[in-house]
């Protein structure tokens, strides 16, 4: 149990366009996700935390408007990336947990995004 | 904020133990994971403590002293695959609703012949 997806699990895309990416809870219920940044042999980042019918909490420093989050039900967030740069390429990677859970954080399989 | 000390990398023979310590800071304490991370994978839950001491879990243990600020992961009879990085997680009921986790640096682990 306690699965997340994510969608693509890799993407190339030219500089100046969007790019979304699907985190999906395949079998449970998840009221909070949250979207992390990993650069090369670097720790894991958080960029934003978001929940279920509201909008997300940006973390310091990560432009709201660059990476926008909708979290329109309980097994779907998704993140776009918009008018994407080189410095955006990174492996992205989120995360849900179980509604009213106070444990441990599922991690889907991160998504490879590089900007050419 | 929180401050979240591991050592960078590590090195060890298969079949060995090791262990990987995990000093922290923070103001509302609710919990330390640690997770495990091969290259380009995505990081699997490994173990949690919220309570002073020991949890074991088959080769790999964790243990935890709050007063210390203080988490160390075991590992026992090591093996190949265990050539991972090893990220120790804290989460502050003080941010993020309680659920948000502060990642370290992680270490790197070798495992060797």
């Known amino acids: 149990g306690a699965v997340v997806s994510q969608h693509p699990s890799w993407v190339i895309c030219k500089s100046g366009t969007s790019v979304k990416i699907e985190c999906r809870s395949l079998?449970?219920?998840?009221?909070?996700m949250f979207w992390y940044r990993q650069f090369p042999k670097q720790s894991l980042m958080l960029m934003a935390t978001?929940?279920?019918?509201?909008?997300?909490?940006?973390e310091q420093g990560v432009e709201k408007d660059k990476f926008l989050i909708n979290h329109a039900s309980l097994t779907l967030s998704t993140l776009t990336v918009t008018s994407a740069h080189p410095e955006d390429s990174s492996f992205y990677i989120c995360?849900?947990?179980?509604?009213?859970?106070?444990?441990?954080?599922?991690f889907g399989p991160g998504t490879r995004l590089t900007v050419t | 904020g929180q401050n979240i000390d591991q050592p960078t990398e590590m090195t060890a023979t298969e079949g060995a133990i090791v262990q990987i310590n995990c000093t922290y800071q923070?103001?509302?304490?609710?919990?330390l994971f640690w997770y495990q991370q091969h290259a380009g994978e995505a990081p699997t839950f490994l173990s949690y403590?919220?309570?002073?001491g020991l949890e074991e879990k088959g080769r790999f243990s964790s243990f935890l002293s709050r007063s210390k600020g203080y988490s160390y992961l075991l590992l026992k009879e090591l093996q190949m695959k265990d050539s991972a990085s090893y990220l120790c997680?804290?989460?502050?009921?003080?941010?993020?609703?309680?659920?948000?986790?502060?990642f370290g640096t992680g270490t790197q682990l070798k495992v060797e012949l």
């Open positions: 978001s929940n279920e019918g509201s909008k997300a909490t940006y």
């Open positions: 079998d449970f219920q998840a009221t909070t």
């Open positions: 995360s849900a947990s179980l509604a009213g859970g106070a444990h441990e954080q599922y």
């Open positions: 997680a804290v989460r502050d009921i003080l941010t993020g609703g309680g659920n948000k986790l502060t």
């Open positions: 923070t103001s509302g304490f609710n919990g």
């Open positions: 403590n919220v309570l002073d």
